[in-house]
């Protein structure tokens, strides 16, 4: 069962970049990032109310962490995905979304001293040249122009903030179940959202809220948001973090299929040159470092 819960996680965060992308020329990218969470917030609120009540001490002991978790995560991360993908495909941002576990070796590796193997720093090298092969569309002397996929900047500025919340997930409140967690930082992106998105109502022309994209913002707030929460915290109770980890590296091929399906985006040479850069610098890293840390079952 894990293992099925697992697949349908990638695949809902992976159809929630392609309704993010199908859905840029009808809701602007902030106020669906709000309504997506939002509606997710409603969605939860009766069962989260008691939780936070009972657990309003432990929050506000522990506010000066939960503020930038809530803020990184479910405040600007969606956020600068649904931006980026107002500007570049949804096929590049699942691609580079692979590239998070890379970016958090190298953060720690950096900043917080962790030790870091020769090999598992040519993994890093290796998904760094995949992510730039990604961003200069194939062509990486466009980087000496600065002549770059300012949409895929965005994107790589969403990853760069799951990393930095991935890491500070380690002093994450042990006192806090994993859904009143959860509820606790959807509260704060909610709020954290609302003034850039009122901003950005009043600086776009009017426009409709047509019942497909109603229904896009339902699918993101219950399939990618609250059910991927579920599951996700299911498989990783069953397998471990390590295991489940590795089943993030669906999303691109989820990726790539719904989007050459539902959006008719072509798969070009530089998409499977930087996926497999990546996808190697990935196994270089982290894979083949799971692997050896697995016990072997008689």
């Given amino acids: 069962m894990a293992y099925l819960l697992l697949t349908l996680t990638t695949l809902f965060w992976a159809g929630n970049f392609v309704l993010g992308r199908a859905m840029n020329d009808v809701l602007p990218p902030v106020v669906m990032a709000e309504m997506r969470w939002g509606s997710a ?12 009540k ?12 939960l503020l930038p978790l809530g803020i990184l995560s479910v405040g600007s991360f969606n956020t600068l ?18 590239a998070i576990p890379i970016l958090i070796l190298l953060i720690t ?6 030790v870091v193997t020769a090999r598992q720093w040519a993994g890093v090298a290796c998904s760094l040249v995949g992510v730039l092969t990604l961003i200069s569309l194939g062509d ?16 790589l500025a969403a990853v760069l903030c799951w990393s930095g919340y991935s890491i500070l997930l380690r002093w994450r409140p042990a006192e806090l179940d994993g859904f009143t967690f959860f509820g606790t930082t959807v509260v704060i992106g909610v709020i954290a959202l609302l003034p850039f998105a009122l901003f950005e109502l009043s600086s776009v022309p009017p ?5 497909e994209a109603l229904g896009s913002v339902l699918y993101m ?27 993030i590296h669906l999303m691109p091929l989820f990726g790539m299929l719904l989007s050459t399906f539902f959006l008719g985006e072509k798969i070009h040479t530089y998409h499977l040159a930087g996926m497999i850069l990546i996808f190697l610098g990935i196994y270089l890293a982290v894979v083949s470092n799971v692997m050896k840390r697995t016990p072997k079952q008689n």
């Fill in 81 to 98: 995905i649904y931006v980026g993908l107002t500007m570049t495909e949804a096929t590049n941002a699942t691609l580079m979304q692979s």
């Fill in 207 to 211: 426009f409709e809220l047509k019942p």
């Fill in 54 to 65: 009972a657990h309003w001490r432990v929050i506000l002991k522990h506010w000066k962490l």
């Fill in 109 to 114: 590796g950096l900043f917080l001293k962790e």
């Fill in 221 to 247: 707030a219950i399939f990618p948001s609250i059910l991927a929460h579920l599951f996700w915290n299911r498989g990783v109770a069953e397998l471990g973090a390590a295991k489940a980890g590795l089943f």
């Fill in 140 to 155: 990486l002397s466009q980087l000496l122009n600065l002549d770059i996929n300012k949409g895929d900047l965005w994107i």
């Fill in 41 to 52: 917030l409603l969605l939860i609120l009766p069962f989260l109310l008691p939780k936070l």
